[in-house]
Nanobody, 126 residues
Framework: QVQLVESGGGLVQAVGSLRLSCAAS????????KGWFRQAPGKEREFVAAITWGAGVTYYADSVKGRFTISRDNATNTVSLKMNNLKPEDTAVYYCAAAFGVRAEVLRQGNGYAYWGQGTQVTVSS
């Protein structure tokens, strides 16, 4: 069992920045593929970004490409999401997740992840 805890959410004005972090309870997190998803009120959960555990290949949703950056730190067992140039439509609860042994194309799908954090709220005001 891997427990994930997100932090760093909050209220920010449009074009501002936030950095989300996700800490894991077990070292096995370092060998997992990691993803960030978000869910806005009344909308389905959507993929934001992912990073593979081996080569560190990154994937982004088109809506955040060029503005968000996912990174990992195996030494501290964390994954981060740096969000720049935030827009009101980025407002959502953001979740980190861990996947083990899945194909890269599955990383954009929520059902490919075995463990999820409880989420952190990000609110972007206009």
């Amino acid at each position: 069992q891997v427990q994930l805890v997100e932090s760093g959410g909050g209220l920010v004005q449009a074009v501002g920045s936030l950095r989300l972090s996700c800490a894991a309870s077990r070292r096995t997190f370092s060998t997992s593929d990691k993803g960030w998803f978000r869910q806005a009120p009344g909308k389905e959960r959507e993929f934001v970004a992912a990073i593979t555990w081996g080569a560190g290949v990154t994937y982004y949703a088109d809506s955040v490409k060029g503005r968000f950056t996912i990174s990992r730190d195996n030494a501290t067992n964390t994954v981060s999401l740096k969000m720049n140039n935030l827009k009101p439509e980025d407002t959502a609860v953001y979740y980190c997740a861990a996947a083990f042994g899945v194909r890269a194309e599955v990383l954009r799908q929520g059902n490919g992840y075995a463990y999820w954090g409880q989420g952190t709220q990000v609110t972007v005001s206009s």
